[in-house]
């Protein structure tokens, strides 16, 4: 086989048994053997190059068929209440009453500039506080439905942020980063784990009535994760987009599907392993199921009138209280047809605190009109999963982008940003109910016990998922991306 011994013997020892015929077929019947184990372990993710990886195998032409997780589940779906525009923990959730003592007073050592500009004195809470449930914390006056689910609440008093702006700090809440194009946090759950509901989207976004948080779709996008994994946009206000039929009968419609449906399946036949082509056309299927299924679930007229009374959706003298209920009445019928992932936003864009949490001018009476709308809907959904058996496997994660200052801003009735300490909460599967973990200093200012970057909060949430933080990653430009970067660790003293 071999034409010139002299070249033969520059080869080792294993090359030259393959020049006779016989050596040949020996090595090349065990090498192929190799070779289909190591495509075995491959497809099963159990190559050493995978161990470290927690990026699923994904069906292009199923990508949201339910899979796994890293480990046992603790939550099935998730319902996360983002309050856009950075509420003051002041008036909400820590009870600072130091800040009393000092109200009106200067900030000894205090800094002269904040974001916004000169700092003014310190400020008491706004609104009063009161010890609530069983384990007596205390909440502010300005949440009264919310305040009394304290027992059912886990909260993490002690967050930092990356960023003191709005833009940046929903990036980096929703994302993991402060630049714009990386997955949300709803795009990593749906590309890991898919959707029990094969005719819902499998993550929706439901925008505040009042208009998109300041950084838009980016708190929603799959970034350079397949474009499958984005939330789909909807409300009770807004329906999905493009999703009515162009025209004629229900009869027509379904038999163009039909026909439409056969075609694709021909075409994908004659071009087998073009996942682009088979991606497409689950697309495609999917918003033909929706044509259904979404219609149906957007209709509340079928939502009994206590229903409507509990969440507030039957107030005729405030508008946009109403529609915020209803949206948390989809969310909550989203989480009863397995939609993985609920994303209910409750705040718009920037417009100088008057239609988000963003109260830098008047602060009071700005709250005065969010509250309003955020308390009794929210509460109410809460306690209408808790009572429907639905809170067992739901989590539902209340956040805001960061926090605001223990002292007003110069000549105004406003507090500044501040990312240096602010609280967010869980309630739910797999959490520990009425507990309070990490703490600030006595005027809330700084996070200064249990110190929790968000990361390690969304690394949380993954964890209650099933999802091992460090593993759920995807290859972009020859780096391995996560949620949580290089950092992030599970908050563990509030899991059950």
Same mark, same amino acid.
């Given at each position: 086989?071999?034409?010139?011994?002299?070249?033969?013997?520059?080869?080792?020892?294993?090359?030259?048994?393959?020049?006779?015929r016989r050596g040949f077929l020996s090595?090349?019947?065990?090498?192929?053997?190799?070779?289909?184990?190591?495509?075995?372990?491959?497809?099963?993710?159990?190559?050493? %190059?995978?161990?470290?990886?927690?990026?699923?195998?994904?069906?292009? +032409?199923?990508?949201?068929?339910? $899979?796994?997780?890293?480990?046992?589940?603790?939550?099935?779906?998730?319902?996360?209440?983002?309050?856009?525009?950075?509420?003051?923990?002041?008036?909400?959730?820590?009870?600072?009453?130091?800040?009393?003592?000092?109200?009106?007073?200067?900030?000894?050592?205090?800094?002269?500039?904040?974001?916004?500009?000169?700092? @003014?004195? !310190?400020?008491?809470?706004?609104?009063?506080?009161?010890?609530?449930?069983?384990?007596?914390?205390?909440?502010?006056?300005?949440?009264? /439905?919310? %305040?009394?689910?304290?027992?059912?609440?886990?909260?993490?008093?002690?967050?930092?942020?990356?960023?003191?702006?709005? *833009?940046?700090?929903?990036?980096?809440?929703?994302? *993991?980063? =402060?630049?714009? #194009?990386?997955?949300?946090?709803?795009?990593?759950?749906?590309?890991?784990? #898919?959707?029990?509901?094969?005719?819902?989207?499998?993550?929706?976004?439901?925008?505040?009535? $009042?208009?998109?948080?300041?950084? #838009?779709?980016?708190?929603?996008?799959?970034?350079?994760?397949?474009? +499958?994994?984005?939330?789909?946009?909807?409300?009770?206000?807004?329906?999905?987009?493009?999703?009515?039929?162009?025209?004629?009968?229900?009869?027509?419609?379904?038999?163009?599907?039909?026909?439409?449906?056969?075609?694709?399946?021909?075409?994908?036949?004659?071009?087998?392993?073009?996942?682009?082509?088979?991606?497409?056309?689950?697309?495609?299927?999917?918003?033909?199921?929706?044509?259904?299924?979404?219609?149906?679930?957007?209709?509340?007229?079928?939502?009994?009138? /206590?229903?409507?009374?509990?969440?507030?959706?039957?107030?005729?003298?405030n508008k946009d209280k109403a529609a915020?209920?209803?949206?948390?009445?989809?969310?909550?019928?989203?989480?009863?047809?397995?939609?993985?992932?609920?994303?209910?936003?409750? *705040?718009?864009?920037?417009?100088?605190?008057?239609?988000?949490?963003?109260?830098?001018?008047?602060?009071?009476?700005?709250?005065?009109?969010?509250?309003?709308?955020?308390?009794?809907?929210?509460?109410?959904?809460?306690?209408?999963?808790?009572?429907?058996?639905? !809170?067992?496997?739901?989590?539902?994660?209340?956040?805001?982008?960061?926090?605001?200052?223990?002292?007003?801003?110069? *000549?105004?009735? #406003?507090?500044?940003?501040?990312?240096?300490?602010?609280?967010?909460?869980?309630? @739910? +599967?797999?959490?520990?109910?009425?507990?309070? /973990?990490?703490?600030?200093?006595?005027?809330?200012?700084?996070?200064?016990?249990d110190v929790h970057p968000l990361y390690?909060?969304?690394?949380?949430?993954?964890?209650?998922?099933?999802?091992?933080?460090?593993?759920?990653?995807?290859?972009?430009?020859?780096?391995?991306?996560?949620?949580?970067?290089?950092?992030?660790? =599970?908050?563990?003293?509030?899991?059950?």
């Open positions: 086989m071999f034409s010139s011994p002299a070249l033969a013997e520059h080869l080792s020892p294993a090359g030259r048994a393959l020049l006779s090595q090349s019947a065990t090498a192929l053997g190799s070779v289909a184990l190591t495509n075995l372990l491959g497809l099963d993710g159990l190559l050493a %190059a995978n161990a470290g990886a927690g990026g699923p195998l994904i069906d292009p +032409a199923r990508p949201y068929a339910p $899979r796994g997780g890293h480990f046992p589940a603790r939550a099935k779906n998730v319902v996360v209440i983002f309050c856009a525009g950075a509420v003051s923990q002041l008036e909400t959730w820590d009870y600072k009453p130091e800040l009393i003592t000092w109200d009106n007073k200067p900030l000894p050592g205090g800094p002269a500039v904040t974001f916004q500009g000169p700092a @003014g004195n !310190l400020a008491r809470p706004q609104y009063a506080f009161r010890q609530r449930g069983s384990t007596g914390k205390w909440v502010s006056d300005m949440i009264p /439905h919310l %305040a009394e689910l304290t027992d059912d609440i886990a909260f993490v008093h002690s967050l930092t942020s990356k960023s003191n702006t709005h *833009g940046p700090a929903e990036n980096f809440l929703s994302t *993991g980063f =402060v630049l714009d #194009g990386f997955p949300s946090l709803g795009s990593w759950l749906t590309y890991a784990l #898919g959707s029990e509901n094969q005719d819902l989207p499998a993550y929706v976004a439901i925008p505040d009535p $009042r208009g998109v948080p300041q950084n #838009g779709s980016n708190n929603w996008g799959p970034g350079f994760l397949p474009a +499958a994994f984005q939330g789909t946009t909807m409300s009770s206000k807004e329906p999905v987009r493009h999703l009515a039929s162009a025209g004629g009968s229900a009869q027509q419609d379904r038999a163009a599907r039909t026909l439409l449906q056969r075609m694709n399946a021909r075409h994908l036949e004659a071009h087998p392993g073009d996942e682009k082509l088979a991606a497409r056309i689950a697309s495609y299927e999917l918003a033909a199921r929706m044509q259904l299924s979404v219609p149906e679930i957007s209709d509340l007229s079928t939502e009994p009138a /206590h229903i409507l009374k509990l969440y507030g959706a039957d107030d005729t003298q915020f209920a209803k949206n948390c009445i989809l969310a909550r019928r989203m989480i009863e047809r397995g939609v993985r992932f609920v994303q209910l936003f409750n *705040g718009a864009y920037a417009s100088a605190g008057r239609l988000n949490w963003d109260g830098h001018s008047d602060l009071k009476e700005q709250y005065d009109v969010h509250a309003q709308i955020l308390d009794q809907p929210a509460a109410a959904l809460i306690r209408d999963l808790k009572q429907r058996g639905l !809170l067992q496997d739901t989590l539902v994660v209340w956040c805001t982008e960061f926090g605001r200052m223990p002292f007003f801003q110069k *000549g105004a009735q #406003g507090r500044d940003h501040n990312p240096d300490g602010f609280t967010c909460w869980m309630a @739910g +599967a797999g959490v520990k109910p009425g507990v309070s /973990h990490g703490e600030t200093d006595p005027l809330g200012q700084k996070a200064v016990t390690d909060f969304n690394a949380t949430i993954l964890h209650l998922l099933g999802l091992n933080h460090e593993r759920l990653t995807f290859e972009h430009n020859g780096i391995q991306r996560r949620l949580t970067n290089v950092e992030g660790h =599970v908050i563990k003293e509030i899991l059950a």
